[in-house]
Every structure is written in C-alpha cells, then in structure tokens.
C-alpha cells in the first residue's frame, strides 16, 4: 500500500519560531511537493522538487524553503513563523503513470503559529 | 492569475441526484485533467482522470465530460449518495514528468438523504 507520511497531524508554534514539517514517501517517486490548503483558496502550491537536491518555486514560495537530501525525504522550513502562515500543510508525491502525474497526498499537519 | 478555475464552491443534492461539478481552464498545452477527492481529515486521493483526446470518461457512479474547444471539464456523479459527501478538486497539466498539477479551488459536496 503506497504511503505518504508526514511527521505530524497538528503543530503549534510561536510567531518568529524556525519550523520543519518532514514529509516521507515510500513509491520511490521522484516527484514530491508541498502545498498549503486554505478555505476558499485551494490547494496552493508551495515548492515541488523532481529530483533530489532539485527545488523548484510554486506559486507562493515566500516565507518558506525547502530540503531534499534524499529521494524519499522533503521538507517544508519556515525560517521565521508568522501567523499568516496558520494553514493546513499537504505533501504529495507522484509518479508518471500512463499519460499523467497521479499524485499520493499525505494526511497533512495542521499548524497553527500564535 | 488563477488556470484552472471550478465551480460551484459548494453544492447540496439530494440522496439519488446527479451531482455537477464544472471547471474551465486557460492553458491549451493541458493535456490531462485528474479529478480528486477529500474526505475530512484526509489528504486529496485520485478519482478520476481524462485526457483530451476524449470527449467522455466513465468509471462507476463517476463520469468527466470533456469539451476541448470550449476548454471546458465536469465531473459528474450519478445516484449520489452520502457518502460521497467530500471535497472535490478538479485539476490539470501538461502530464509531462516535472510538472506540477494546476488545482482549482475546490467543491463542498453534500448529499443530503
């Protein structure tokens, strides 16, 4: 059974905190990514890496950086909590199956930055 | 500058009711068009995916309509049922290896019995 994991369901951290969510993938994928998912906003992404030690910017990479030192390894650091960054964090990894990316989505980690 | 975009943000049918969910993209280089599917507390999970050299794509009580020159894809649900009460996100890429999947908002569904 294919598995994403991510190290934690729920996080609370004090504004100017340094945070990392660790996520985990078993498929051997090369793909993984990071989104954030706001109500009324979607699934936002932050940063995807296609290959160890590659990043590449998503749409709202701002506050954050990421690490991926191993291929089965990716994780999300918010150098600087701030409360805007409060938000529903899913990691996804994917593989290229037929003619397109099926994307297997971690359970997330809820954080909250008071 | 929103690609893919999805309505409605919520919808309620009745238990039985045909469910309809629409989404329009910008991108003509799309090419692959997944459907996903959250229940609370979960992340996303893969429905249903179409590419465009089809107009139609059936899998059970779930069905994409697809019409390339209007740039247009739904999602249907047939016979909903409660439990298919969830999050619904349509979404859409050039397939290629690299290159991240483009999401829409997302639907609340709710059946209602």
């Known amino acids: 059974d294919v598995k994403v994991t991510q190290s934690s369901r729920y996080l609370v951290k004090r504004t100017g905190e340094k945070v990392f969510l660790e996520c985990v993938q078993d498929?051997?994928?090369?793909?993984m990514f990071w989104y954030r998912q706001d109500p009324g906003l979607g699934l936002r992404l932050i940063y995807f890496?296609?290959?160890?030690?590659?990043?590449e910017k998503g749409d709202i990479p701002e506050g954050y950086s990421v690490s991926r030192e191993k291929k089965e390894r990716f994780s999300l650091i918010l150098e600087s909590a701030s409360t805007n960054q409060t938000s529903m964090y899913l990691c996804?990894?994917?593989?290229?199956?037929?003619?397109?990316?099926?994307?297997?989505f971690g359970p997330g980690t809820r954080l909250t930055v008071t | 500058q929103q690609q893919v975009k999805q309505s409605p943000q919520s919808l309620i049918v009745q238990k039985g009711g045909i469910s309809i969910i629409n989404c329009a993209y910008e991108?003509?280089?799309?090419?692959?068009f997944p459907w996903y599917q959250q229940f609370p507390g979960k992340g996303p999970a893969l429905l249903i995916a179409?590419?465009?050299?089809?107009s139609e794509k059936k899998e059970g009580r779930f069905t994409i309509s697809f019409n390339k020159s209007a740039k247009q894809f739904s999602l249907h649900i047939m016979d909903s049922q409660p439990g298919d009460s969830a999050t619904y996100f349509c979404?859409?890429?050039?397939?290629?290896?690299?290159?991240?999947?483009?999401f829409g908002k997302g639907t609340r569904l709710s059946v209602i019995a």
């Open positions: 179409i590419r465009p050299d089809v």
């Open positions: 890496s296609y290959d160890v030690k590659m990043k």
């Open positions: 979404a859409a890429s050039r397939g290629a290896r690299n290159t991240p999947l483009v």
């Open positions: 996804a990894s994917s593989s290229l199956v037929g003619y397109g990316l099926e994307q297997y």
């Open positions: 991108n003509t280089a799309f090419d692959y």
């Open positions: 498929m051997d994928h090369e793909n």
